[in-house]
Each structure stands twice: as C-alpha cells, then as structure tokens.
C-alpha cells in the first residue's frame, strides 16, 4: 500500500520559513486534488491549503499572502512553502491525496509532521 512521506516539519523562530514535503512512497495515479490540513493541541483539524486538478487554489484566511502549495504532477508530490511564519502556525501538518477509485474518493494521509514556530 502506497504511504505518504511527509518531512521538512521542525523549529523556526517567528518570521522564518519552512518548506513541507509529501511524496508517495510507490506509484499512484487517479488524484485529483491536493491539499495540507493542520492540527493545533486542542484544536480541530483545519484546512490549510488545496489544490485540485481543475479549479482554484483555496487557503485558510490565517495563511494567505504567507503559505504556497504546489504539486510535482511527476512525482504526485505536493509541497507547503511557509513562510513569514508565527506561533499560531504551531501544528501538526498533514497531507492529503484525493484519489479517484470508479464513483469513490479515496482520501490518502500523511503521516504528519511537527512544526514549531517560538516567538
């Protein structure tokens, strides 16, 4: 069963920039969006980022103007570029493939990773 690896997670001061990665462990293929979700301690997971095959590119309001999506359509990858970053960008981030099976959506998960940002 293909996984998703997930790394690029850490520490990071307020201001400073990380770039998240999620790459398939194996071949894949019938995704049809992309996206980074992410949970705080005490919070609900919140959609960060989104990318679909067709149609707009959505972020949350918190992360628009510092975070950018994009996709390595030949690997299926899918990368987070954060930067200006802050506190409350403290989270677990976990990725996600939407995989087309017939009429289902398959929803495939990273494995998560941490990101700190101390002020």
């Known amino acids: 069963q293909v996984q998703l690896v997930e790394s690029g997670g850490g520490l990071v001061q307020a201001g400073g920039s990380l770039r998240l990665s999620c790459v398939p462990s194996g071949s894949i293929s019938g995704i049809n969006a992309m996206a980074w979700h992410r949970q705080a301690p005490g919070k609900q997971l919140e959609l960060v980022a989104r990318l679909p095959n067709t149609g707009s590119t959505t972020y949350a309001d918190s992360v628009k103007g510092r975070f950018t999506i994009a996709r390595d359509n030949a690997k299926n990858a899918v990368y987070l570029q954060m930067n200006s970053l802050k506190p409350e960008d403290t989270a677990v981030y976990y990725c996600?493939?939407?995989?087309?099976?017939?009429?289902?959506?398959?929803?495939?998960w990273g494995q998560g990773t941490q990101v700190t940002v101390s002020s």
């Open positions: 996600n493939l939407d995989q087309l099976q017939g009429a289902h959506t398959l929803r495939l």
